[in-house]
């Protein structure tokens, strides 16, 4: 009952899913999280959306899922070296003038809010890595214990030519031998002559004089290397080796990697069992990129203010298009394809709406509009169980699309399947839309937030007139003048008193 596949990509093939619990029950799965030192921006909101999905359907399959995904807010520096650079983070708060971790908190804020607006489901637990500091102390002792990391000045070093003489692996994820290994590090790091090894990464970095976010350890004052904090989390909230690990196709080297390493010197062990890599999201046709101005935040798209898009598009559309390319295949927004899934939207919740209603009216036996009906609704989540296929799940659901219609418009008779059919297709629509995608019928959330300000206005109003009867006018000119700064207007008249929105 519970198939289901997953591509995963340390061993680059397509695998029956089973967890790590014996009865298969729970799983867990870790996704690592933004950075907080600036606006969560489309590519990420895309991976954070796919995930959304994965951790939807394993709930749908009944999977009692552990969802953890971190925070990273200790400022890292741009390579892992003692350069005397300052943080991300450090820099953003001077430029800001603000607290490091005020910048954290308002960045936090920032994401949680998009995150809501596109509709996913929070984890199960959100670590910080500042939250973390002792876990990852404690970690990178460890992997010096086993030998497979040394200090030099205040920094400590893990040792990844033990890792690759031992044979244990490193660069399998990324597919990277030891020479392009050897390459990519040295340049991206600065300080190569504290290393036994170009490959070598820091886990524990000295703090500069200027670093603001600093921690004392048993090499001095510094603060963990990034890729330490989810490995010390994952470990801590899930176990040394765990279902589900997640992230950007661009994580995979060095963090994953790297990620990999870390758990093997600390305990030995692989620490995931199915490696999961999204894919990223270009605009008309190439890469994001803030100074080519090809480049659009989420509340710019949500609002229509970017020049690149003619109006403003919804958070339900968006997610409705991330919907359209499989999480593993490079997705390209342009204006037409939102247009498009504007449209696509719109009628999958028509088609809802009417197939809710739509009431069984006669007596049907092994029809064969029954058998395809109930056969599309089987292929619908056979596309999901393929490695989370929403495109073709989707294309699926518009053939349910038409069927619905067809019974709207009396093309066909809803004599022709039978009541528990019709009972299934209301449930798996129902189920697919909203718990599986994620999507909400956006129409009528402003509807019920519409007639709730009404009831809300009311019930001001008649306070206002109590305060009146009572001759206390300073409090009913209170309530006047606070409305008004919301941008809502009481008129009084010979009904009574009215609203209106300014
Ligand atoms: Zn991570």
Known sequence: MKKLKIYNSFSRELSDFSSIDPKNEYVGMYVCGPTVYNEVHLGNCRT??????????????????????????????????DS????????????????????????????????????TLPPSIEPTATGHIVEQIEMVKQIIANGYGYEKNGSVYFNTRKLIEENKGYGTLSGKLVDDLLNESRDNLKNQDEKEHPSDFAIWVK??????????????EGFPGWHLECSAMSTKYLGQTFDIHGGGMDLQFPHHENEIAQNLGA????????WMHGNMLVLNGKKMSKSDGN?????????????????????MTLRFFMLQAHYRSTLNITEEAMQGAEIGLQRLMEANAVLQELQYSGEANN?????????IIDAAFGEMDNDFNTPNALAELFG???????????????????????????DSFKALIFDVF?????????????????????????????AREQKNWAKSDLIRDELLKLGIQIKDGKEGASWTKL
């Not at 899922?65 to 925070?71: P, T």
């Not at 500069?208 to 600093?214: F, G, L, V």
Request: aromatic fraction near 8%; charged fraction near 25%.
């Open 295 to 315: 480049y659009i935040m989420p509340r710019e798209l949500f609002a229509g203010s970017s020049p690149l898009m003619t109006k403003a598009y919804s958070p």
């Open 438 to 466: 994620g999507l909400m019928d956006e129409t009528a959330a402003n509807d019920s937030s519409a007639e709730m300000l009404d009831g809300l206005m009311q019930m001001i109003i008649e306070f206002r007139k109590e």
């Open 400 to 426: 349910l699309v038409s069927e619905i219609q067809k019974f709207h418009n009396k093309q066909q008779s809803l004599n022709l399947i039978s009541e528990a059919t019709l009972n299934r297709l209301k």
């Open 267 to 274: 305990c030995g062990c692989q620490p995931v069992r199915y």
């Open 367 to 375: 029809t064969d509009l029954d058998a395809k009906i109930n056969s």
């Open 48 to 81: 954070f959306v796919s995930f959304d999905i994965v951790y939807r359907y394993l709930l749908h399959k009944a999977y009692k899922v552990r969802y953890v995904r971190n925070i990273t807010d200790v400022g890292h520096l741009e390579g892992d070296a």
């Open 84 to 119: 005397g650079a300052e943080s991300k983070i450090d820099q953003r708060a001077r430029l800001e003038r603000l607290e490091p971790m005020e910048i954290v908190q308002k960045y936090s804020n920032l994401f949680h809010h998009v995150m809501q607006q596109l509709n």
């Open 207 to 220: 703090a500069s004089p200027t670093h603001i976010m600093r921690w004392p350890s048993p090499w001095g």
